[in-house]
């Protein structure tokens, strides 16, 4: 099992980035997949996640309104919309997945199994 996390960058606060999570070595359609931040100095954080159909996804609270989840199984790749970024949405995002088949999904970290490299977001002027 191995995830890709990528599309980070430099934005402006306003701005916008598309984040992709790209999986291999395993058929990821009935899996859940998870988006988590770590911000220098803080706690990891989750963020969103999007269970295995695409049926249901889940936001914290700080990125609500904002944030986009969602994905493509035909190209194992789960995407995450950054819209209006706040200088307080800097961090690693990293993406995760279960070592099983899940109905739900969770933005909690104990949940998950595998995790990709992380991909750093900066907002800053």
């Known amino acids: 099992v191995q995830l890709q996390a990528s599309g980070g960058g430099l934005v402006q606060p306003g701005g916008s980035l598309r984040l992709s999570c790209a999986a291999s070595g395993f058929s990821m359609d009935n899996y859940a997949i998870g988006w988590f931040r770590r911000a220098p100095g803080k706690e990891r954080e989750g963020v969103s996640c999007?269970?295995?159909?695409?049926?249901?996804?889940y936001y914290a609270d700080s990125v609500k309104g904002r944030f986009t989840i969602t994905r493509d199984n035909a190209k194992s790749t789960v995407y995450l919309q950054m819209n209006s970024l706040k200088p307080e949405d800097t961090a690693v995002y990293y993406c995760?997945?279960?070592?099983?088949?899940?109905?739900?999904?969770?933005?909690?970290?104990?949940?998950?199994?595998?995790w990709g490299q992380g991909t750093l977001v900066t907002v800053s002027s």
């Open positions: 995760a997945t279960t070592a099983s088949p899940a109905r739900g999904c969770w933005i909690s970290f104990v949940a998950y199994d595998y």
């Open positions: 999007i269970t295995g159909g695409g049926g249901s996804t």
